[in-house]
């Protein structure tokens, strides 16, 4: 059985950065596609960023293109997404999912598309 674990939310002024990390086990990390959503309040969960299950790909939400980046250390099986120039629209709960085990494709960006969440780190900007 899959575990996620994410870390690293917090409070942050606009343009300021964080750094999310989830940490995978249950099964071998460098098996799985990953990937972060977020879910404001009100709104429906939507994807952020994900990435195939070696890191050679990435995939973007237009909303977070060009300043959020999303990596994997399959030695240390965990993921991360590093968020720059935070703006209050970021404010939401940020979800760790893993969709696999998956080696071919392209990257996984849809809730249905993923098997297995974190329970979810709070990240809040303010203005």
């Known amino acids: 059985q899959v575990q996620l674990l994410e870390s690293g939310g917090g409070l942050v002024e606009t343009g300021g950065s964080l750094r999310l990390s989830c940490a995978f086990s249950g099964r071998t990390f460098s098996s799985y596609a990953m990937g972060w959503f977020r879910q404001a309040p009100g709104k429906e969960r939507e994807f952020v960023a994900g990435i195939k299950w070696s890191g050679g790909r990435t995939y973007y939400a237009d909303s977070v293109n060009g300043r959020f980046t999303i990596s994997r250390d399959n030695a240390k099986n965990t993921v991360y997404l590093q968020m720059n120039s935070l703006k209050p629209d970021d404010t939401a709960v940020y979800y760790c999912?893993?969709?696999?085990?998956?080696?071919?494709?392209?990257?996984?960006?849809?809730?249905?598309?993923?098997?297995?969440w974190g329970q979810g780190t709070q990240v809040t900007v303010s203005s």
């Open positions: 999912a893993a969709d696999g085990p998956k080696y071919s494709g392209s990257v996984s960006h849809t809730l249905q598309e993923y098997d297995y």
